[in-house]
């Protein structure tokens, strides 16, 4: 999957990481949305802070920079880069979220009815991986 990051005028310092529906695409469960949800490192958010001052949404807390159809939050539910990028998959440009993190994100906001279908859809590709290796 290639994500163009050129829009943002910015270079990475440490990988950002897919979460959301691009990370459900990465995995073949379902086509992603119009926009690419990421959570990066501090240091890559705190630049992105600065050089978007208009573009922040506050989520609870959760901060996000949403601007040229990305979505990028310094952390989801209080779980930051550090915790959510734990066994994600390494691309040339970004990480995916692993495939236990990705269910946790969706157990989180099960109560929306989009994310319990990816609530089951995470479950059932855990599940169809886990009884191929038998």
């Known amino acids: 999957m290639k994500i163009d990051f050129t829009p943002l005028h910015y270079t990475f310092l440490h990988k950002p990481l ?34 978007y001052p208009d573009h922040i949404k506050d989520l609870y807390g959760d901060m996000g920079v949403c601007v040229y ?32 993190k990705l269910l946790f994100l969706k157990a989180l906001a099960m109560e929306i009815p989009k994310y319990h279908r990816d609530l089951e859809l995470v479950v059932r590709k855990i599940l169809d991986t886990a009884y191929a290796i038998r």
């Open 69 to 100: 159809g990305f979505e990028i939050w310094n952390q989801i539910c209080t779980f930051d880069y550090s915790y959510l990028k734990e066994n994600a998959v390494e691309e040339a440009e970004y990480l995916v979220t692993a495939l236990d």
């Open 18 to 51: 897919l979460i959301g529906g691009c990370a459900m695409e990465y995995y073949g469960l379902r086509k992603a949305g119009d926009d690419i949800d990421l959570v990066i490192h501090p240091e890559d958010h705190a630049a992105l802070v600065q050089l």
